[in-house]
């Protein structure tokens, strides 16, 4: 597919586009967690299905219809495609990760998902090596490992985590952290609008085919479908910052910034639906955390380092 979509460019690492970055995600951070509080309200009433084809009409909508506003920086050929093979590729494994953390929240609690979910940044660290060609010395292979323990602590042999659904949660989160290279890879040739807008619409397509496997109980009051139309405009938009953030900045940057949907998710889960996450959890999360704040300062040094070579 061709597209009007600017000149390929070179991705950049210096302090002021990351800070830019680092507040660009941060700000996506906080609307997808509260667009998630919405969503498992929609997932505990109609269900899976309903929630991912919604939140994939509305979000596509909503994208669709800001970029074509933009008629002096290409309007609606900024969702065309380059690369579409790695699109679509990305949009699909999207999909996967939302159906997982969809499932996983009619039996979990957001803030346990979440704690779970602080593994990404450290499972990015050693995906690195084979997708980028990065190089992980040893101090940060031994924090990566040791924040792997945490994830021991959250789970405790026999506790509240350990749940049918918690294989599927963990296969969604090694994926999440896949598409989060993927986002700064294809950030080279593609628009954020452009990434944004697929992968919404891959979620439409994605909540299509299962509705043959979660039959539709109810399409729901009112309640339901503001809640979709929010999921879905506020999931649209934040994906837009959110690509855009990850071609401004490096990964390493910007991937401890998951932690703070742990604060946004677990407020608001507590509000909603007055869930308290366990001690273990909190503990477990706190470890993986300080693994991962750990590595950003190994390659903060590396970088002053090399700079100074």
């Given at each position: 597919m061709t597209s009007a979509s600017p000149i390929p460019r070179t991705l950049t690492d210096n302090a002021a586009d990351t800070v830019r970055?680092?507040?660009?995600?941060?700000?996506?951070?906080m609307v997808l967690s509260v667009g998630d509080v919405a969503a498992k309200s929609v997932v505990l009433g109609a269900g899976v299905a309903w929630a991912m084809l919604w939140r994939g009409v509305f979000g596509a909508a909503a994208v669709f219809v800001v970029t074509a506003s933009r008629g002096s920086a290409g309007g609606w050929r900024r969702i065309a495609a380059v690369r579409w093979?790695?699109?679509?590729?990305?949009?699909?494994?999207?999909?996967?990760?939302?159906?997982?953390?969809?499932?996983?929240?009619?039996e979990m609690k957001l803030a346990d998902t979440y704690a779970l979910g602080f593994t990404a940044p450290l499972i990015m660290t050693?995906?690195?090596?084979?997708?980028?060609?990065?190089?992980?010395?040893?101090?940060?292979?031994?924090?990566?490992l040791l924040g792997f323990s945490g994830v021991l602590v959250m789970l405790r042999p026999g506790g509240d985590l350990w749940t049918p659904v918690l294989p599927l949660l963990m296969t969604g989160i090694?994926?999440?952290?896949i598409t989060r290279i993927l986002a700064r890879r294809l950030s080279l040739t593609e628009t954020p609008e452009c990434q944004?807008?697929?992968?919404?619409?891959?979620?439409?397509?994605a909540g299509v085919?299962?509705?043959?496997?979660?039959?539709?109980?109810?399409i729901g009051g009112w309640e339901v479908w503001a809640a979709l139309a929010f999921l879905g405009i506020s999931s649209g938009l934040a994906h837009c910052v959110f690509t855009y953030a990850y071609g401004l900045a490096p990964v390493s940057a910007?991937?401890?910034?998951?932690?703070?949907?742990?604060?946004?998710?677990?407020?608001?889960?507590?509000v909603v639906f007055g869930e308290v996450p366990s001690w273990s959890t909190l503990t477990g999360a706190a470890i993986v955390a300080a693994a991962g704040l750990y590595n950003l300062h190994?390659?903060?040094?590396?970088?002053n380092e090399d700079g100074a070579v």
């Open positions: 970055g680092i507040g660009l995600v941060a700000l996506a951070y093979k790695t699109m679509a590729l990305r949009a699909a494994l999207s999909s996967f990760i939302s159906i997982a953390w969809y499932l996983s929240w009619r050693l995906l690195a090596i084979p997708m980028l060609g990065e190089r992980i010395r040893w101090r940060r292979m031994l924090s990566t090694v994926t999440m952290a944004a807008f697929w992968l919404m619409a891959s979620h439409a397509a085919l299962l509705l043959g496997i979660y039959p539709l109980g109810s910007l991937a401890p910034y998951e932690y703070t949907m742990l604060i946004w998710g677990g407020a608001a889960g507590f190994r390659e903060r040094v590396r970088r």
